[in-house]
């Protein structure tokens, strides 16, 4: 579906505009299963210049390639907005043909990939701080460890999400991929983790309309301010 070659690590002036970002849009059709609440799941490799990618190719070299999967669609409860006719009052809902609370596919249209700009040594058989211990599994044979290859779904929006039905034909998807700086991680990780410990302890989660109010005035709020006296 999607291959940016010539990938360096650390490379901050990548790209178009040299800002270190690539992009590839795509539209996916969809299939009949897809359609009716079916799985969709993304793998991405990421592997040295001319290395082998087939697992089972006789020159293939498993510290040569790094894979990720993601099951991509998701699935949660349909909650129904409908609009009024002001002039005629008739009500109609946005989706037809579904009904309020039943649970259906989503699809997001941005993929962020980023790979992780990480220059220290993690020395072998000492403990691995988090969040890195997640990420990193040293290879005690040729003492060795992979790069690490991050999605980075922090910015997705939910107002963003697709719902799948009979009537979509194809699912638009934006790949962005960019290189990620070790204190972008660690903040964006440290969100996961305060999440997974507020379910443990049952701590009351913002909706998911609250998180999209944070996150987008983040995303459209300029943080400078100009004073004039």
């Known amino acids: 579906l999607c291959h940016f070659e010539g990938l360096k690590m650390g490379e901050w002036y990548d790209g178009e505009e040299k800002n270190g970002q690539r992009n590839f849009l795509a539209n996916i059709p969809t299939t009949v299963d897809l359609q009716n609440n079916g799985t969709m799941y993304l793998h991405i490799i990421s592997a040295r210049n001319d290395a082998q990618i087939n697992p089972l190719h006789p020159e293939y070299k498993k510290h040569d390639v790094v894979i990720v999967s993601r099951i991509w669609t998701r699935f949660k409860k349909l909650k129904i907005?409908?609009?009024?006719?002001?002039?005629?009052?008739?009500?109609?809902?946005?989706?037809?043909?579904?009904?309020?609370g039943e649970i259906i596919s989503?699809?997001?249209?941005?993929?962020?990939?980023?790979?992780?700009?990480?220059?220290?040594?993690?020395?072998?058989?000492?403990?691995?701080?988090?969040?890195f211990d997640k990420w990193i599994d040293i290879d005690m044979e040729l003492m060795q460890y992979k790069p690490i290859l991050y999605i980075?779904?922090?910015?997705?929006?939910?107002?963003?999400?697709?719902?799948?039905?009979?009537?979509?034909?194809?699912?638009?998807?934006?790949i962005i991929y960019s290189p990620i700086s070790v204190f972008y991680f660690q903040i964006y990780e440290a969100q996961k983790m305060q999440k997974q410990w507020n379910g443990m302890l049952g701590v009351a989660e913002a909706s998911d309309e609250e998180n999209d109010i944070v996150k987008r005035t983040m995303l459209e709020t300029n943080p400078t301010y100009l004073e004039s006296r």
Not at 81 to 100: F, P, V
Not at 116 to 124: C, G, H, N, T, Y
Not at 153 to 172: F, G, Q
């Open 106 to 131: 989503y699809w997001h249209p941005n993929l962020t990939l980023s790979m992780l700009d990480d220059q220290r040594v993690w020395p072998a058989g000492q403990p691995i701080p988090p969040p």
């Open 81 to 100: 907005e409908s609009t009024t006719n002001l002039l005629t009052g008739e009500t109609k809902n946005k989706i037809e043909g579904a009904e309020d």
């Open 152 to 174: 980075n779904d922090y910015w997705e929006l939910n107002s963003d999400l697709i719902a799948i039905n009979d009537t979509v034909k194809e699912l638009p998807l934006n």
